[in-house]
């Protein structure tokens, strides 16, 4: 079992980056695919990509792919997202979640572990 903690939201301009974090309480989180989903205001939570349990594989939706990427280090427990050229529209609340397998999915519903979610706001 891990426990996912995500970090490192905020507001930014358009324009700017942001790396986000997530830490995972758990002796076994090697053993874990982790996601990035996104969820604004009344809109349902979206997938962003993810990453295989050992980090050789990564997947990104097509509303992240050349702007947003995703890594991983076992040895600290942590995967980020990286995240360039951020738009007003990435205005959401970021989350972070694991899966007890080592190939990612894209459904929401294939993830066991979530985090609460950081905000991140984009000005224009």
């Known amino acids: 079992q891990v426990q996912p903690v995500e970090s490192g939201g905020g507001s930014v301009q358009a324009g700017g980056s942001l790396r986000l974090s997530c830490a995972a309480s758990?002796?076994?989180?090697?053993?874990?695919?982790m996601g990035w989903f996104r969820q604004a205001p009344g809109k349902e939570r979206e997938f962003l990509g993810a990453i295989s349990w050992d980090g050789s594989s990564t997947y990104y939706a097509y509303a992240a792919k050349g702007r947003f990427t995703i890594s991983r280090d076992n040895a600290k427990n942590t995967v980020y997202l990286q995240m360039n050229s951020l738009k007003p529209e990435d205005t959401s609340v970021y989350y972070c979640a694991a899966r007890y397998s080592r190939v990612p999915a894209m459904g929401p519903r294939e993830y066991e572990y979530w985090g609460r979610g950081t905000q991140v706001t984009v000005s224009s």
């Open positions: 758990g002796r076994t989180f090697g053993s874990y695919a």
